[in-house]
């Protein structure tokens, strides 16, 4: 990578900060797709047990969507107290008709795709889940038991949403069981680790889309920060997967927010990434396989498109890691070339938290104050988008966007 891009790839960054304000970060959705929230979450109950796991119901919940929770008291509780999008302030979020439509996609079955221009950080949905389950229940009752539990809990829906929820495609066996093993989410409602609130979240909507090794969109999930996908086999942490090849999800308290994080054109499907977008491409297809298919997207079907996006992916990791130890071989230009490598293999869903960020601080390391600013204001618009406004490094890029001197990372390798 040449000293000349690098410059022109800095002062780009320069140029572009110069020009936005620092509130650009503070986006308006401008295409969620939900019906508001215009109540909190009542659930009745319980209704059929097994143990100390009951089903709860709301029917009304999301604008009569619906929702069926399978789990303790306890966790009935919580999960009321949760924060819920409602009232006026959902109603600002909620723009109809969507601006995707269903459809046959060759090789894939069923898709989602779009029906109109979608830009970079526009919200493409906003819902809750249909079914919540006991994640320790799931995996550890009896079949019989659970059987009856799930054929109870969906019962309980709104006819839509039960037949939403049922035409999800499933694999390794039939009913409500096997849709959950296949579609739904893991998630815990405290917010932390505790594998008693742990719980698996069916979003019908969002596993509409289809996976891709380059994804359009995010996920965001506020507030239960330690959200697992399903689809990765319970180990991927959110905002490294769905690390969708232009969406990204967020969720404020059950709540799912689906994210565009580049822009989309009218007739282009939605996808996302069911596995970590920098395993390589062999690693991707084994972990593939676990879902009944091989991927055939655009990256993985060209062997020289994967070898070189195999061989990116190596020149990232070994950079990154250099930057995080604080290698003496790095220099300040270090995480400019960091970011310019991701940018390269398209890592949109990524290149917030894993780049800006380091190369705003790098630079800041350095004492490098233009640079340090300017990445600060990539980082924070692109984390917004990749992770929501409740993202982590939020703060710390503001305060080096804003007074960079007084950063704790101001100097650090400049004074060495």
Not at 95 to 121: H, Q
Not at 224 to 235: D, E, G, M, R, Y
Not at 265 to 277: A, H, I, K, M, R
């Amino acid at each position: 990578m040449t000293a000349i891009r690098l410059l022109l790839a800095f002062y780009s960054m320069v140029a572009s900060v110069a020009a936005c304000p620092l509130s650009l970060f503070s986006t308006t959705p401008s295409y969620p797709i939900s019906r508001p929230h215009n109540r909190p979450l009542q659930l009745t109950g319980p209704h059929r047990c097994v143990d100390n796991v009951c089903v709860y119901a709301d029917p009304l919940y999301g604008g009569g969507s619906g929702i069926a929770v399978v789990t303790t008291a306890e966790n009935a509780a919580l999960l009321e107290g949760l924060p819920h999008h409602r009232g006026a302030a959902a109603t600002t979020h909620v723009t109809d008709p969507p601006p995707f439509y269903e459809a046959y996609v060759a090789g894939k079955g069923l898709g989602l795709v779009a029906n109109s221009t979608i830009r970079r950080g526009d919200q493409v949905m906003l819902h809750g889940p249909t079914l919540l389950v006991h994640w320790e229940t799931h995996a550890k009752a009896a079949g019989a038991q659970l059987d009856g539990l799930y054929e109870a809990a969906t019962q309980r829906l709104p006819a839509a949403a039960r037949r939403r929820f049922q035409r999800q495609m499933h694999m390794g066996g039939s009913g409500v069981y096997a849709n959950i093993e296949t579609n739904c989410f893991r998630l815990f409602l405290d917010g932390g680790r505790d594998e008693a609130t742990g719980h698996l979240g069916c979003f019908p909507a969002a596993a509409r889309l289809n996976h891709d090794c380059r994804p359009k969109y995010v996920p965001h999930l506020h507030h239960l920060h330690h959200l697992h996908l399903h689809c990765a086999v319970h180990t991927s942490t959110l905002f490294v997967t769905t690390n969708c090849r232009s969406l990204h999800y967020h969720v404020h308290g059950i709540t799912q927010t689906v994210v565009a994080v580049r822009d989309i054109e009218p007739g282009d499907e939605l996808t996302v990434s069911y596995v970590d977008v920098l395993l390589s491409r062999a690693e991707r297809q084994a972990r593939l396989r676990d879902w009944g298919f091989a991927c055939a997207c655009a990256l993985c079907r060209n062997d020289t498109a994967a070898a070189e996006r195999d061989t990116q992916t190596q020149e990232i990791l070994a950079l990154r890691a250099r930057l995080d130890r604080g290698d003496p071989s790095t220099t300040a230009n270090s995480g400019i070339e960091l970011a310019i490598l991701y940018e390269d293999a398209r890592l949109d869903t990524l290149v917030g938290q894993q780049a800006y960020t380091r190369a705003a601080l790098n630079c800041a390391l350095f004492a490098e104050e233009a640079c340090a600013v300017a990445f600060a204001h990539k980082a924070m618009e692109a984390l917004v988008v990749e992770a929501g406004e409740q993202a982590g490094d939020l703060a710390s890029m503001w305060r080096l966007a804003t007074s960079p001197q007084t950063h704790w990372a101001w100097g650090l390798r400049a004074r060495a």
